[in-house]
Structure formats: structure tokens, C-alpha cells
């Protein structure tokens, strides 16, 4: 899950889910939930959505092209995949297990995706990272279906780096930085009871050390962390054996990097004020002499009446 993103364990079983959920108002139209089938994904939505659906199918189709192209992967399950128009619907539908931040869940082990309509998130611009980050923990979970035993910062920080989603590109990591207030790593398994603003700071933690990962060790060897999986051997294990070094090392080393490199970061945004402040400084200059200017010419009105 992310904030605008997915997460695992909404134990549905896929009949319930469409007989569940039904609102309770509206025609008996609105009510039915629609299929636009085909023999990799199955799209389910209400007459509301109905304009969206063509975008949301066609987002689906390529985020899971790409990802089994580089992700290797060798089986192609059906995806099915639920658009909810209300808050109503999705909580029913997520069981209430998805915070009031999150836009859609991934049910790794059903292959199914919940997502909230871009008409209820308000958000169409996200639609696309949205169904790019549920599709990636889909297919993270096609390559080893006991994903769900790594930890969290390793199943949402490869969603993000696979969707490429600039919104976790490490502001709120840089104000952490600033305030010391980086959350440790083990702590982000606790994700869903974050509030907003921290769990968008683990978001933005699990990409940095993901990509840290990467560049130090190459992705086919962090997507190897998920094929050794093997539901007995401890993560740390898992992770010491494969790179050669200890968790707690690691995420040492890779503290003291990010602090250089994201220290600064919320200085992107300063560039910004700084030309609002500009401007307003402009304003309060021009406004002074103007100001300025007209007492001086009633000065002198003033003077010439008093000439003799
Ligand atoms: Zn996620």
C-alpha cells in the first residue's frame, strides 16, 4: 500500500468480494458491479467509473507487461482488479484494514488489486503511479508467493522503485534528517498504524534503502532477496547470506549516505520561496515608493501654495 498506494493480507475470498459491496443508494444500475474481462486481467466497476475504465485497463495492461519483463517472470496468473467509487465501498471491500490514507491494496496471494476510482481519490494525475505500484507487489508476489514474509521496507520500497513514483523522491526523508527523526527500518513493519505524514516518510525510507541496495549490490541480486524466500529462515539471514553483510551494518552505512545525500533536499522547494519572497519584496518596494512619491508632490503643492 501507499499513501496514493497498496498493501497485503485482505483475506477475501474473490466471490465475497462481488457480492459484498454494494451501495446503498442509487438505482439498481449503479449498484452492479460491471467486468471488462480479458485472459490476463479481469476489471471490475461500477456504472460511475465507467469513464475511466479505458485508462485504468490500459495502465493495468502495461504496468504488468513491464514488470514481468523485468521481473523474468514465468507465470501469468489472472489479475483481478476492483475500482471502488465510495469510501464505503473500499473499506467494505478492504475489510477496514487500509488507513484513511491509502488508495488502494493488493492482495498478493489472490492476485487481486483495490483501488480507489480516481473520481473518489480526487486524484486522476496518480491514477497511473497508483495501479503501477499495486501491479508491481502483484507480480513481486508472482515471483515468490511468501513476499509477505519480507519486510515491509523491502515489499514497498521495490513497488515504488519499479513505478517509479517521484512523490517518494525524499522530501519528507530530508526534513527527518533535518529534525532526527529517521524512522528504523524494523519499525516501518508497522506501517498501517502510521499516521499520514510518517507513513509517507517510511514510504520514502524503504525507496532510499531499496535504491541503495541497488546501486551497491544490482537489482537482479535484491530481487533475489524474494526468490530466497523459503517461509523458515530468518529475513536478516536470508539478506546476510546473499549480500555478505549484516542488516544492522547496512543500514548504517546507508544512514550516514542518505544524510549527505538528502540533508539538503527541502532546499529544492526554498528555490521556490525564495522567488515568491522575491516578488513580495518587489511589491513592498514599489508600494513604498510609490507612497513615497505622492507625499512628495503634496509636499510641494503644499510649498507653492505658501510662496509668496
Ligand atoms: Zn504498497
Redesign the pocket.
Known sequence: ??PG???AGVLVLFISLLTASRPCHGSQSEKTWLRQSNPSIDLFYLQPDRVFVDEISEQLHIAKRDFSQRLHLETHSLVSVFVCPTQAIFDSLTQHSVPHWGAGVAQVRRNIIIIKSPGLSKNRDRLSKLIR?EMA?ISCGQLNPLLLQAPKWLI?GL?IYLSTDEAFAGKALSQAFIGNSVIPLDEIDDLLSFGGAKAQLAYEESYAFVSYLIERFGFDEVIGLIHDLDGETEFSLILANRFGVDIFDLEMDWYEQAKKTYRWHFLQDFSTYLWILILLLFMIAFGFIRLRNRKTLKRWEEEERFTP
Open positions: 500500500m501507499s498506494g497498496c498493501t505500484h507487489h514497498e513497488a
